[in-house]
């Protein structure tokens, strides 16, 4: 194939070569540096494949074999048991991990928190960020290079911890960061060398975790949570207030201190750094393509004339929001999910066997030649008609009843600060500065996402 570099965005050769020959050492010397090197050519062109050998593995790239693992028998294949083990550690048994009982009646209590009409209502804080952002940039000089993804980051996060265990308590924001990065730096690389079926004998560098870090975050959160249950809730209810009120409807269970902080906690994990990958892949994909990205301006200048963009503003920005759709489609931020087969299945003529991990490569199916035309292209207007979409062709959120619970909240908060920047600002690519996609537990722009950031004349500010 001749793709040149010309016409598609930053992406990594996949492996044409079998595994076998290759032998256990440089396989895992690719699984540290970067899990995408392991994905074969063949996973962007066949429906599922399946290792031969002791060794059984599965990689799903079907949209009905998809439904059936994600949806249709979600019991059968529940999240890979070690990957599992290793994240409890930080999240313990929240709604992320737990299966069963102990998943539905956390999964019913969260779900109206996240209700389109509690996110609305969250929707200033993310405004708020928009608006620092706005403000860093203009303390760059005119046509500076400047690295976007640190700065995503640091939104993100500000968002998601603003939202849950920030409020005004006694909360340091730089010792949470710093324990999360850690934590996940250390368990990105492992939890799939896990599930691949990697004997134990392999350094596993989370074995080494001294949590005590982890701990005192622990600590810090429950006197978070604690202060605001003697206080009461804020005037306008964040995360943490609606889970304090909020209880299961069927069992009435409310949730303890414990409880509660493994799940803000968990929000904090999960939302961050995927929200933060979402925004600065699209960013990246705008200095790809200066012409989608000057249609998205326009479409901004329009509807914000010169302000922060708001709640009301994010059904009028569809343009930002099919970057931001195509943006996870060709670098979704969860490139890969991992479960294991409970019991012996038949998956579209495969034969699977109790104890299989079964990869899901979101990478390889949102870039498969059979369910898309052009995979490698970047082209925002596939997500014009959401409806010619199947829906398990592209799923950077999951599906099925472990669907993300903050798909809603990550849209909302994608497209208002994309909207505002593309609005104030333009995003040039610089040269020789192409980030490489690389796979860790998620898929991050390494090397960073540098542009050349000129500020928009204010021709239809107000
Ligand atoms: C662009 C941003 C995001 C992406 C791409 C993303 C992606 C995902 C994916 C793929 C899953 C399913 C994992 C699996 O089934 O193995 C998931 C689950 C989850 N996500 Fe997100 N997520 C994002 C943002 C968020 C945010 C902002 C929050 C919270 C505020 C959040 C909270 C969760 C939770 C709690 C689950 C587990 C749900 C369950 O198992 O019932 N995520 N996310």
Redesign the pocket.
Known sequence: MSDSVEKFPAKVPLRVKPWGATGVLKFLKAARRNLIELIPQTAVEQPMLSSIGRRRWHMVMDPAALRHI?KDKVDSYP?ADVAVNILREAVGD?????HGPH?LW??RL?APV?SHRNIANLSPVMTAAAARNVQKLSHLSEGAEFDVYPMMVQT?FEV?SD??LSGDEAISRKQMHHALDAFIERTGRVSFLDALGVPTWVPRPSRLIHSSEFKNLKRIADKAIDTRRERGSLPVPD?LDLFLSGEDPVSKRKMTTAELRD?LL???V???E??A??LAWSLYLCGFDPKVQEAAAQEAKEVLQGRTAVYEDVAKLPLTRQI?EEA?RLY???AM???TAKEDDEIIGHSVRKGDPMM?P?YALHRNHRLWQNPDQFDPSRFADRKSIDRFSY?????????????G???Q??VIILGTLLSQYRFEAVDGKEPKPVMLLTLRPEGGVWLRVHKRAEDTAA
């Open positions: 994600l999240k929240s709604v992320f991990l737990a998943w956390q999964r969260a996240f993100t998601i939202v849950t995360l799940n968990t929000f904090i999960a939302g961050h995927t929200s990958l979402a931001i996870m979704p931020p969860v999910m991992v479960r899901l979101v799923i950077p959120f999951g599906d099925g009843p472990r669907i993300c619970i903050g798909a909240f990550a849209i908060e994608a």
